[in-house]
């Protein structure tokens, strides 16, 4: 049987005195889409931190890809792009190759040059988000979706098997969302790159997941996306604590 990317059984978290992750366990298999879904400070951020190895949990284990976290070693087979990533102001002295470029530090090294190849995986890492034409471009200079791209090229540059997103599309207009999704679901089929995703765009990125988790301080829920559809508002409104928008 194929070992799951993410295996993480019985975690639990807290910080200082607020307990935030209470005894959670899901896996994420090859292949999946995953929308982890949850309100603001439902402790989806904090997943996301455990399984990086950015926060070590209380009690749990972590296996990424059949590996214990703690000994797990293509730490490059990981890309990720966190919330704040695009937060760039006009005069940030980096161009949109340089930002690319930094991403293969995580495969070859701190100190080590990348080779002669490292341009043209540049230039792969951008046409696969749409972004080769504004190699040159000074980052500060795009917008806030631009930016975004480029940031999922700097973690495409080492060749990720998975790609872990928290909320990548703060800050991107209500139009480019949905591109920037359709092109999340090009590089899940086409690549074969899993995904991660944290997202509150429920509504918009319901049609291209293929499974989801619900987490408030628990998983309430984790399967396929379409037996999410059947749980019923009233369920779902109590997971979350509040009304919320079902999505279709
Ligand atoms: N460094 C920290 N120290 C103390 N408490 C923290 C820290 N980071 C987060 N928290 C708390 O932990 C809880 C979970 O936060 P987390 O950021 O994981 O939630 P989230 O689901 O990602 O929220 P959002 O959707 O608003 O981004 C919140 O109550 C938050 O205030």
Redesign the pocket.
């Known amino acids: 049987m194929q070992k799951p990317l993410i295996d993480i059984q019985n975690v639990s978290f807290q910080?200082?005195y607020?307990q935030?992750l209470k005894n959670i366990s899901f896996r994420v298999e090859e292949g999946d889409f995953l929308a982890l879904l949850?309100p603001?400070?439902?402790?989806?951020?904090?997943l996301l931190k455990i399984i990086l190895g950015l926060l070590k949990p209380m009690s749990g284990e972590i296996k990424l890809f059949g590996e214990p976290s703690a000994t797990f070693k293509h730490r490059e087979w990981i890309g990720y792009v966190s919330q704040k990533s695009n937060a760039f102001n006009s005069g940030f002295p980096a161009t949109v190759q340089e930002v690319v470029k930094s991403g293969l530090t995580k495969k070859i090294g701190l100190w080590k040059r990348p080779g002669r190849d490292a341009k043209e995986k540049v230039y792969q890492a951008l046409q696969a988000v749409g972004m080769e034409k504004f190699i040159h471009r000074n980052i500060g200079e795009l917008s806030g979706g631009q930016q975004q791209r480029v940031f999922i090229a700097r973690a495409l540059v080492s060749e990720p098997k998975l790609l872990i997103l928290d909320e990548p599309t703060v800050g991107i207009d209500h139009e480019n969302v949905q591109s920037f999704y359709d092109m999340l679901v090009t590089l899940n089929r086409e690549q074969g790159i899993t995904m991660m995703l944290v997202t509150h765009d429920v509504d918009i990125v319901s049609d291209r997941i293929s499974h989801v988790a619900c987490l408030n301080q628990t998983i309430h829920f984790h399967g396929y996306k379409g037996d999410f559809d059947t749980i019923s508002q009233n369920t779902l409104d109590a997971w979350y604590g509040h009304a919320v928008r079902k999505i279709h």
Do not use: A, L, W
């Open positions: 910080y200082d607020t935030v949850g603001n400070g439902s402790g989806k951020s904090t």
